[in-house]
Nanobody, 123 residues
């Protein structure tokens, strides 16, 4: 099993940047495909980005493509989400997640979840 803890959320103005971190413990992050999801108030949780276990392949939701970058550092057992050109509509609680095998944009396939970190983008 793997335990995930997010950090790095906060308040930022539109156009600004934040980097979220997801620290893993219990098992090395390189065993897993990892993803980021987010949930805005009153909305369902949605896929943001995913990265394969080897970090060779990444996937992004259309709404963040070109602005967000997912990565992971196996030596630090940590996954990241670099968020640039932030918009008010990016405001949400961001969750990191882990699963075996192939990346997916379906949250039901992810077995392990962090507690979430709040990102608020002011206009």
């Amino acid at each position: 099993q793997v335990h995930l803890v997010e950090s790095g959320g906060g308040l930022v103005q539109a156009g600004g940047s934040l980097r979220l971190s997801c620290a893993a413990s219990g098992r090395t992050i390189s065993y897993y495909t990892n993803g980021w999801f987010r949930q805005a108030p009153g909305k369902e949780r949605e896929f943001v980005a995913a990265i394969s276990w080897s970090a060779s392949t990444t996937y992004y939701a259309d709404s963040v493509k070109g602005r967000f970058t997912i990565s992971k550092n196996s030596a630090k057992n940590t996954m990241y989400l670099q968020m640039n050109s932030l918009k008010p509509e990016d405001t949400a609680v961001y969750y990191c997640a882990a699963k075996a095998l192939l990346p997916s944009d379906y949250e039901g396939e992810y077995d392990y979840w962090g507690q979430g970190t709040q990102v608020t983008v002011s206009s």
